[in-house]
């Protein structure tokens, strides 16, 4: 994933902004490229929210080992399993 490296939000910004207006790519308005995912079965731009795991909460779980999924771990464990 190009820019993939970026955390801080400004940097992810200018990305954009060089990235959309390099790219013969058309990506969706609103939001960040990196919000997109391209969907191949259905042939469009997603969201990355829709991958999003659920969490439900259990009161018999050690704090330490709590995950709470976020668009930027979803991106990153989906670019892992491709690699895998």
Same mark, same amino acid.
């Given at each position: 994933m190009v820019g993939g490296?970026?955390?801080?939000?400004? *940097?992810? /910004?200018d990305f954009n902004s060089?990235?959309?207006?390099?790219? /013969?790519? /058309?990506?969706?308005?609103?939001?960040?490229?990196?919000?997109?995912?391209?969907?191949i079965d259905e042939g469009?731009?997603?969201?990355?929210?829709?991958?999003?795991?659920?969490?439900?909460?259990?009161?018999?779980?050690?704090?330490?080992?709590?995950?709470?999924?976020?668009?930027?771990?979803?991106?990153?464990?989906?670019?892992? *399993?491709?690699?895998?």
């Amino acid at each position: 994933m190009v820019g993939g490296g970026q955390e801080d939000e400004k *940097d992810m /910004k200018d990305f954009n902004s060089i990235w959309k207006g390099f790219s /013969k790519i /058309k990506f969706p308005e609103i939001g960040l490229s990196y919000d997109y995912y391209w969907n191949i079965d259905e042939g469009k731009w997603s969201n990355w929210n829709e991958k999003l795991e659920v969490y439900l909460p259990n009161d018999e779980s050690i704090f330490s080992k709590i995950f709470v999924s976020t668009i930027h771990t979803t991106r990153l464990r989906y670019l892992l *399993d491709m690699h895998l």
